[in-house]
């Protein structure tokens, strides 16, 4: 029973936590792959948080734009290279939901924020250690 509490906590089995905890890893490993339509198609329009939009999937004009690039650029575009390189050597060490948002705690510190949107799980903030949002447009 302790092990499958501890499964649990940390989004593994069949549960809330475990799918948005699986979306966070899909993404961490679309970003280690330097996969643009994977890492494209896994952001919410709501990224990063302070953008106000509704929390769906990148789409249109702004998915393509994203998708024209390498995940490396779009990142280094938006002076935050330094989110890249805590996602490419870290890996997700608890999720944890609150009703359609989830945070995915990042082994190198950090976290991966995500909100539900038509039964998926979507990436709408991302922060390193001591640092706060994102804040880059």
Known sequence: ???????????CGDS?????GRSAQAF?????RGDAVAFCGALSRRFPADRPS?????SGEALQ???SQSVEDNFDLRGSHDYLVNIERSTITTTSVRGQRATAHLSAGGTIELTRSGGEWLVANLTLPDH???KQP
């Open 16 to 20: 809330p936590a475990s799918d948005a």
């Open 1 to 11: 029973m302790l092990a499958l509490s501890a499964l649990m906590a940390l989004g």
């Open 132 to 134: 706060g949002q994102h």
């Open 54 to 58: 509704p929390d769906q999937p990148l």
């Open 65 to 67: 734009d994203c998708r």
């Open 28 to 32: 961490a490993d679309a970003i280690r």
